[in-house]
């Protein structure tokens, strides 16, 4: 069966600071890949999604970039946090062939940035 | 542009009650719908969906929802309210765009609280 992990689960960090975030799904191959933050435990905004290996499609320009360096990992990344940066950040990913329209969500990571 | 509301932030229900949770959409062309869950600091949970076919569609945990065309309504139930049922209910869509891989647009979320 498909799993897919996200880590850190927390993390707090300073303004200013880098920041990445790791996403892998385990159980398959070539899945679509999203990144989504939630605010203020309310609606998702979706920020990237990936249908391959270094095929980024950006959603809402922002100071935050992903990447995908291996078929199953999916990375979100900051140079420079700001303060409107917190919040929970989800990574969801769809097959690559057959349903791809229900995504899967990974358990989240909390970003607090001080 | 495609878009979802749930017109409630908050739905309390007794326990053993019915509920029922409303989202309605704009999509042009054939929807594709779905409901997740959330509980507290936790990821979307995969609940049900409408592709085609049968209006009403059974998901997990005992929910149903009923897909209405001409009202453009998704609006998610359950027979028989658990207080485990307590959490937070997203609806969201996406249009059918032939296998692509487009995101799914949200609506904010409806608190469901079940009362014992």
Redesign the interface.
């Known amino acids: 069966s498909q799993t897919i992990h996200q880590w850190p689960a927390t993390l707090v960090q300073p303004v200013g600071s880098p920041l990445s975030l790791e996403c892998t799904v385990e159980g398959t191959s070539n899945p679509n890949l999203y990144w989504y933050r939630q605010a203020a435990g309310r609606g998702l905004q979706l920020l990237f999604y990936s249908v391959g290996i270094g095929q980024i499609s950006s959603e809402v320009p922002q100071n935050l970039s992903a990447s995908r360096p291996q078929d199953r990992q999916f990375i979100l990344s900051s140079k420079k946090l700001l303060l409107s940066d917190s919040g929970f950040y989800l990574c969801a990913w769809t097959p690559g062939t057959g349903d791809q329209e229900t995504q899967y969500f990974g358990p989240g990571t909390r970003l607090l940035v001080l | 542009a495609q878009s979802v509301a749930q017109p409630e932030d908050q739905v309390n229900v007794a326990e053993g009650n019915p509920l029922t949770v409303k989202c309605t959409y704009s999509v042009s062309g054939n929807p594709?719908l779905?409901w997740?869950v959330q509980y507290p600091?936790?990821?979307?949970?995969?609940l049900l969906?409408y592709?085609t076919g049968d209006n009403l569609v059974k998901g997990s945990y005992g929910f149903e929802a009923e897909f209405n065309k001409s009202q453009t309504s998704f609006h998610l139930k359950k027979p028989s309210a658990l207080v485990s049922d307590s959490a937070?209910y997203?609806c969201a869509v996406?249009k059918?765009s032939g296998?692509?891989?487009?995101?799914?647009?949200?609506?904010?979320?409806t608190h469901l609280i079940i009362q014992p």
Do not use: H
């Not at chain 2, 296998?99 to 979320?109: E, M, N, P, S, Y």
């Open positions: 594709y779905f997740y600091n936790r990821g979307l949970q995969f969906k592709i937070l997203f996406s059918y296998g692509g891989a487009d995101g799914l647009t949200f609506g904010k979320g």
